[in-house]
């Protein structure tokens, strides 16, 4: 058991390895098990297709982040604070590939109608957590209106997702001010959250 989880892992890691130099459009099998040193039956015992590998490597990639952002939200901190290294995680997860990956799996998506329902799950699961954030910041700070917080959670998120996507485009922050855009958000919050409460009229 623990040899097939070493097999299984190193695969899922040479998967990784080789969409990031080639691209998923010229992903192969072959060249998987090659990079893995394991031979090409074991990508289909362990994963029955590239797509179904490809997807368990997006799988594994997001399920460790959106756990590391769960238990980043649920710190005793101010939602300022939270944005700010929130803006940290991006800047890692763009070095890291995990961006890469899920950019290249979204694409395949709009032609594959199964990778587009795995994706999609994956990706609700970051506006499910930062609508509970919002939920939680109603409670610390007032109601949000008039927006709810799905739409919070929406607004939160689909800037980090456009950046992601012009970034990888190589549109840096010299074309296009993505990531410092991103962190004066985080000024703004520290502002709202920072400013003095109103009189009470006496």
């Not at 995680?89 to 799996?105: A, C, I």
Request: hydrophobic share 45%; charged share 25%.
């Amino acid at each position: 058991m623990v040899v097939e989880q070493d097999t299984r892992l190193r695969i899922l890691g040479a998967a990784k390895d080789v969409l990031l130099d080639a691209g998923y459009a010229h992903l192969s099998t072959r060249g998987i098990a090659e990079a893995a040193g394991v031979p090409l039956s074991q990508i289909h015992y362990h994963f029955g297709s590239k797509q179904n590998l490809m997807l368990a490597v997006l799988d594994m990639e997001n399920q460790m982040r959106l756990a590391r952002q769960a238990a980043m939200y649920e710190a005793d901190k101010p939602l300022w604070e939270q944005w700010l290294q929130a803006c940290d995680f991006f800047d890692d997860d763009l070095e890291s590939g995990y961006v890469r990956v899920l950019m290249e799996m979204t694409a395949a998506g709009w032609s594959d109608q199964e990778i587009a329902e795995a994706v999609s799950a994956q990706v609700k699961g970051w506006f499910d957590l930062l609508a509970e954030v919002a939920q939680r910041a109603a409670k610390r700070l007032g109601p949000l209106s008039p927006f709810t917080a799905e739409e919070l959670a929406a607004l939160a998120g689909l800037p980090f997702l456009g950046a992601e996507a012009v970034i990888l485009l190589g549109l840096d922050d010299s074309k296009i001010a993505g990531r410092p855009a991103l962190r004066k958000i985080g000024e703004l919050l520290r502002r709202l959250e920072e400013a003095p409460e109103p009189e009470r009229p006496r």
